[in-house]
């Protein structure tokens, strides 16, 4: 086998094919080799999960935090400015207004319209049970979510997942080779659902951008990812997918019905009880020594608790 190591350039003989020494390791280059340790670092701006994990929790209470915290409660709307900062959670019947490009969280099976903000904006759609990026300035009644949405009809299942559909968003070089030729050369994504890129190099071969072209639709595994190359070596590329909620119309059409996952967002709780077999995560309040669903008890009819599915 022979061996390299990364940011090293071999010297190559007349036909273009590296040189081996008698262990089977590359002659360098030292002339057209770079040192990563002299480069200047920046810190970290990104990240790839290579190894998923497995026995995650299977649902959310709508809640956010981690580590044993809550930040904001179920029935909070959260808004994160297009500057990162972050507004303090609202709760629910309060009018509130953002701006193009904000970030808004309402609870879990919601939905609002907004309404102008300052003559501008207004009649955007707002889902709940994840991040919306605002196309445009608007305000709204921050929602209050029912038992009922709470429980998981849509766009939420009785697992606490929502539909999306996944889409190729971007390519995260791990290991730039040498030796490539963008002109001449492809990357090839398998399955690819429709997904186009390109990339560029440097002068010595080595990958230095890649661009998508198309995003393809319906990735239902992650994909492999390689560049079909006569003279390339060693380049080492990571898909990463990004999903795209849809909504009720969307979800009923015959032809995306192949391409639809079920996505689950957790943040670190446990189950408060189990409602018809599944894991329910929503207020509960214990009425004669039974736990039943919502946080006060009322003499309309509630479902209760059970211990274990």
């Known amino acids: 086998m ?15 094919n590296p040189i081996v020494d008698v ?10 080799s770079v040192d990563f340790e002299d480069r200047t670092t920046i810190g970290v701006v990104g990240y790839v999960v290579e190894q998923s994990g497995y026995d995650y ?15 904001a409660e179920v029935v909070d709307t959260t808004i994160r400015r297009e500057d990162g900062t972050y507004e303090i959670p609202i709760p629910p019947n309060n009018v509130f207004c953002v701006k193009a490009g904000d970030t808004v969280n309402i609870p879990f099976g919601t939905e609002v319209i907004t309404e102008p903000f300052n003559n501008k904006g207004g ?6 049970g994840g991040p919306h990026v605002m196309e445009s300035d608007g305000c709204f009644t921050t929602p209050l979510p029912t038992y009922e949405q709470m429980a998981g009809y849509y766009p939420a299942l009785g697992t606490g997942a929502y539909p999306v559909i996944t889409y190729l968003c ?8 040498f030796g ?7 990357i090839v994504i398998e399955p690819n659902a429709g997904a186009e890129v390109t990339f560029k190099t440097d002068i010595f071969g080595a990958v230095t951008e890649v661009n998508i072209e198309e995003q393809g639709e319906g990735f239902t595994n992650l994909p492999e990812i390689y560049i079909q190359s006569a003279t390339g070596y060693q380049a080492k590329l990571l898909p990463k997918l990004c999903a795209k909620r849809i909504g009720p119309d969307e979800f009923e059409q015959p032809k995306l019905q192949d391409k639809i996952l079920s996505v689950v967002d957790c943040v670190g709780s446990v189950p408060k009880g189990y ?3 599944n894991p329910y995560f929503g207020p509960t309040h214990i009425h ?22």
């Open 170 to 177: 971007e390519i995260e070089i791990e290991q730039s080779g």
């Open 123 to 128: 009649g955007e759609i707002v889902r709940g």
């Open 180 to 186: 490539y030729n963008s002109e001449v050369d492809q």
């Open 2 to 16: 022979i061996n390299t190591i990364s940011g090293l350039v071999p010297k190559l003989d007349a036909q273009g």
């Open 275 to 277: 409602l018809r077999g």
């Open 57 to 71: 929790l299977p649902a959310p209470d709508g809640s956010l935090g981690g580590d044993g915290r809550t930040w």
């Open 23 to 32: 262990n089977g390791n590359y002659v360098i280059n030292e002339e057209l």
């Open 288 to 309: 004669n020594g039974v736990r039943m669903v919502g946080e006060n008890h009322t003499d309309q009819p509630h479902d209760t608790l059970t211990d274990r599915p």
